[in-house]
Nanobody, 123 residues
Framework: QVQLVESGGGLVQAGGSLRLSCAAS????????MAWFRQAPGKDREFVAA???????TYLDSVKGRFTISRDNANNTMWLQMSTLRPEDTAVYYC?????????????????WGQGTQVTVSS
């Protein structure tokens, strides 16, 4: 059974940093695209960043230059390094993976999801 477990969320002041981790199990993910999404209170879940099996990445415009997505295929782990955090980054962050290697920004393209980790940025 495929399982994704996020960790690393917490409370941080504006301008601070956090590193989220996503541990995947249940199958080999080296050939799968992976992504981070987030959902703020009262808002729809939105795409944040995605990484292909080969390391190509894409980002939401508002996080470009502040967030970095990376992965370790050998250990089925993905990270999201978040810097210069803003209050508007406050959300539950979810990791997701799909069964094919090409990255996507669309939620419906992802097959498996974690339970989420809360990130709160205070002003």
């Amino acid at each position: 059974q495929v399982q994704l477990v996020e960790s690393g969320g917490g409370l941080v002041q504006a301008g601070g940093s956090l590193r989220l981790s996503c541990a995947a199990s249940g199958r080999t993910f080296s050939s799968s695209a992976m992504a981070w999404f987030r959902q703020a209170p009262g808002k729809d879940r939105e795409f944040v960043a995605a990484v292909s099996w080969s390391g190509d990445s894409t980002y939401l415009d508002s996080v470009k230059g502040r967030f970095t997505i990376s992965r370790d295929n050998a250990n089925n782990t993905m990270w999201l390094q978040m810097s210069t955090l803003r209050p508007e980054d406050t959300a539950v962050y979810y990791c997701a993976t799909r069964l094919i290697r090409i990255l996507s920004t669309r939620q419906r393209d992802y097959d498996y999801w974690g339970q989420g980790t809360q990130v709160t940025v205070s002003s």
